[in-house]
């Protein structure tokens, strides 16, 4: 046994709160670097001692085109990046990917669509192969695909949809700053219909949208005080992408992203919290100090949706040298 195994260094029961005050988010947000870390550690040790990471893996099968008018999102028919509507993938093709990414070490696969809400018919059909083909080849299958209805919501759950990701992106404040043809209330009744059809919820946002520290805080505020908490929360730090109206904002401070992530983990003990878009700005450093002191989920692939992440061998070399727990054997 060594002193980390120690009760000293594990909590017995890490109480789960869905009371966080702003002024309770705020002051962990900004606390002196040391003790955040300390006090997140302590969290993330006592609900994961094996520093699990969960793997996964994302692909776009609908691409471009879409109206809504997110700021940060080169996919917005609103955006001139580079991004043009493509067809969408069919399910072999899918499949086929869900197979490689299985084969490279994932957990989860998931699937993004460019759309502001799921619409019926031949594609909606096309969405549920999708999500029984993924869980029959035995990965977790998670849709990010806008708003939707009960039924299709209900028809997804019974196709075996593990999660649905539907971010707030930002806080309240913040909000309509970044995106005007879709509200903040909208976004809320979309979580709710997920979670009355009994798929877990993946939510969380974005940092370096030109927000305010108040406006993390109040984002987190948001998550934590849904009840029950999101099973996911992906933080993402903004890719600036050429086109979008953020091109030009400087990308964040890595410790940034650190402090994000280990504040999400105090906040919500058994969440899952992803370390998402913005990996490559990130460097290996801050990346082992994220996996550290909360995050126990990334992206794992060659690129997101339309943008690129860290490298398969790159992951694979930080996970090893990080000495987290993956599913496959790190060697
Ligand atoms: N259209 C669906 C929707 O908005 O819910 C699904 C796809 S959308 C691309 C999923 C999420 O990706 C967004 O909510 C946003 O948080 C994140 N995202 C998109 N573009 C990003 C960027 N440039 N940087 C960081 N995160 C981004
Ligand atoms: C999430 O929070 N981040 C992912 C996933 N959920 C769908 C998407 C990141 C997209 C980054 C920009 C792009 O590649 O287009
Ligand atoms: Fe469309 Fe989603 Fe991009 Fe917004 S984030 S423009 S809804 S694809």
């Not at 990471?53 to 692909?59: H, K, P």
């Not at 080849?137 to 919501?153: D, K, P, S």
């Not at 809320?188 to 059809?197: F, I």
């Amino acid at each position: 046994m060594t002193i980390l195994d120690s009760k000293l260094f594990q909590l017995d029961e890490v109480p789960i709160r869905y009371d966080w005050t702003l002024d309770e988010v705020s002051e962990l947000l900004e606390k002196p670097l040391m003790n955040l870390l300390w006090e997140a550690q302590l969290v993330h040790r006592s609900v994961n001692p094996s520093y699990k990471v969960q793997l996964a893996s994302l692909l776009s099968v609908r691409t471009g085109g879409c109206e809504e008018d997110c700021a940060y999102c080169p996919q917005s028919m609103h955006n001139s990046s580079d991004v043009s509507g493509q067809p969408n993938l069919d399910v072999q093709p899918v499949l086929e990917r869900a197979k490689i990414a299985k084969e490279a070490g994932a957990d989860r696969f998931c699937m993004g669509w460019a759309w502001r809400e799921i619409r019926n018919g031949k594609e909606f059909e096309a969405m549920l192969s999708m999500v029984r083909g993924v869980r029959e080849i035995g990965l977790e299958a998670c849709v990010t695909a806008g708003m939707l209805t009960n039924e299709q919501a209900i028809r997804l759950a019974d196709a075996g949809l593990t999660a649905y990701n539907h971010n707030l992106d930002t806080s309240p404040e913040h909000y309509e700053k970044i995106i005007t043809t879709r509200t903040y209330q909208e976004r809320l009744e979309t979580l709710q219909r997920v979670r009355s059809a009994g798929i877990t919820i993946c939510c969380g946002g974005i940092i370096g949208m030109g927000e305010s520290i108040l406006d993390r805080a109040s984002l987190l505020q948001v998550l934590a005080t849904l009840n029950p908490h999101p099973e996911s929360v992906p933080i993402n730090s903004l890719v600036a992408v050429e086109g979008t109206p953020l091109e030009n904002l400087s990308s964040v401070d890595p410790l940034e992203m650190v402090r994000m992530v280990a504040t999400a983990r105090i906040l919500m003990p058994k969440s899952r919290v992803r370390l998402s878009a913005g990996r490559e700005q990130l460097g290996r450093e801050a990346q082992i100090l994220c996996l550290q002191a909360g995050a126990d989920s990334i992206f794992y692939g060659d690129t997101l949706l339309t943008t690129s992440n860290p490298t398969i061998a790159a992951d694979r070399d930080l996970l090893l040298k990080a000495g987290v727990q993956v599913n496959w054997e790190l060697n």
